[in-house]
């Protein structure tokens, strides 16, 4: 199990790298938020593209991911250049408040430059305000920043008049030009690419999400029970049916139950929201990706066009991804005949009193924040409640991650007086699972493995006892 956004994926790859280098024994690999892309490589024995030197979260390639819309940036830098030049006139003269009584100090200890700074800096206003400097500047400069940002607002308008062709939108005029603050698409498409060279190789151009789909999955089912290849589920939060979508690829006898009408169960509901990744919805693999890697508020929705024989009916809902959606991803992989669980976190959980971090000003942190407490509470509850419905249920999670969400581009921490980056989540993650699960369970004894299945499991769960 593969949880978190943004930087998580990070985490995600050290810890997917330390279990393969165990030789870890992994079934089925699920996802939601960054974690759905991690579970797309693990899945086709591909987790190498993310840990490797080269890789993404190695490399400042990271630093790109999830930027403010370039509509928003540009409209910001005109709008300062604006107020800068609005304040320009009013910060000469308020230098000057500074510089006479400077000069007139200078005068009274007896140094001869004092009288020449004040006649000096009384000629620069004579000039700057003169028939050809300010006057004649500033008001060009206004129209400049004007223009650049109706332009901006002109530039949005059409491309939300665009996007209507595929889903209509309402709201205020200058809301729809402006759109969602953070970018998505190209996370999505970063990751995308990323999938079809494992799948096809560089040598062939990267074609629609459609297409990298049908090639994912034609790969996964031909290799399915082979080693390193596993079963994959994703999930991604539909704001039109509010409801959680349930990506599923499954072997054959395990498909045929998971996807079976079950008594007592409402069939419409379970039709609604699992789709058969090894069946019709195959094309529908970088929807799910594009759904879990669109943070929720801040980035327009992934729109997903239903096939016209789907239960939906051809329809196109908006996706994004629910971060407190891990209780329900661990109820479907228990569907799918799932015993034992190793829930893969980034976020630590809190120390206790007297550990309060600085809380963030800037919205980025302060998104990055509201994600990272609501998955540390979702792990915590779906931890809890996982335990009844699984044989054993691991947890690998850093005791310390300074590192945000979107905190792309590393962070200060101040606990440790020091920056961190990236490539130090990918090592922590790596670590992690060595002490966490590999050391005390994988490579224990019989006692040890005993204790740590018996601290793992409820009291109620029986536990066998294994022979060294």
């Known amino acids: 199990m593969l949880t ?33 892309a991690s579970a797309l490589f693990a899945a086709v024995d591909g987790g190498s593209r993310l840990w490797a030197d080269d890789a993404i979260w190695r490399t400042e390639a990271a630093a790109a991911l999830y930027r ?8 910001a830098l005109a709008i300062a250049v604006a107020l800068a030049t609005v304040l320009l006139p009013l910060g000469l003269f308020l230098v000057a408040v500074l510089v006479y009584p400077i000069g007139f100090l200078l005068e009274i200890v007896g140094v001869q430059a004092g009288a ?6 009384a000629r620069l206003l004579a000039d700057a305000f003169g028939a050809g400097a300010l006057p004649t500047v500033l ?14 607002l002109g530039a949005g308008l059409i491309q939300a008049i665009r996007a209507n062709a595929r889903r209509r939108e309402r709201g205020p005029i200058w809301w729809r030009a402006f759109g969602a603050p953070l970018v998505a698409a190209d996370v999505v498409n970063r990751f995308a690419s990323e ?65 079976a009408p079950r008594p007592g169960v409402d069939e419409e509901w379970r039709q609604s929201e699992r789709l058969d990744l090894a069946g019709v919805a195959g094309h529908h693999v970088g929807d799910g990706l594009a ?28 996706l994004c991804a629910r971060p407190g959606a891990l209780g329900r991803l661990l109820e479907e992989v228990a569907e799918a005949g799932v015993e034992q669980v190793v829930i893969l976190s980034a976020t630590a959980e809190h120390a206790g009193p007297h550990a309060l971090d600085v809380g963030r000003r800037d919205p980025r942190g302060r998104l990055g924040e509201f994600l990272a407490a609501t ?25 310390h991650n300074p590192i945000g969400p979107f905190d792309l581009a590393g962070c200060y921490d101040e606990r440790s007086d020091r920056r961190h980056t990236l490539a130090e989540v990918v090592e922590r993650g790596y670590q992690d699972a060595y002490r966490q699960f ?18 793992a499991s409820p009291p109620s769960t029986p536990v066998e006892r294994t022979r060294p």
């Open 4 to 36: 978190g956004s943004g930087t998580a994926g990070a985490y995600h790859a050290g810890a997917l790298r330390a279990l393969r280098e165990a030789g870890v024994k992994v079934d089925l690999v699920a996802g939601l938020g960054m974690g759905a």
């Open 68 to 75: 403010w819309r370039v509509g928003l940036r540009v409209a």
């Open 116 to 121: 020449g700074l004040a006649a000096a800096y």
């Open 139 to 152: 008001p060009r400069v206004m129209v400049l920043a004007l223009v650049v940002l109706l332009a901006v």
């Open 195 to 259: 999938v079809w060279q494992l799948i096809r190789g560089s040598a062939v151009p990267c074609p629609a999400l459609g297409d990298i789909s049908i090639g994912y999955v034609e790969l996964l089912k031909e290799n399915l029970g082979q080693p390193g290849f596993r079963e994959l589920i994703l999930t991604a939060f539909d704001l039109d049916a509010r409801r959680d979508l349930i990506f599923a690829l499954l072997s054959e006898a395990q498909r045929a139950e998971y996807f």
């Open 291 to 318: 759904g879990a890697l669109t943070v929720p508020i801040l980035a327009e929705p992934h729109l997903m066009v239903f096939s016209s024989d789907s239960y939906w009916r051809g329809e196109t809902h908006r």
């Open 375 to 399: 998955e540390a509470t979702a792990l915590r509850e779906a931890a809890h409640v996982a335990k009844k419905r699984f044989r054993t249920v691991f947890t690998i999670r850093p005791a």
């Open 438 to 455: 590999i050391d005390p369970v994988i490579g224990a004894g019989g006692d040890q493995l005993y204790r740590a299945r018996r601290e």
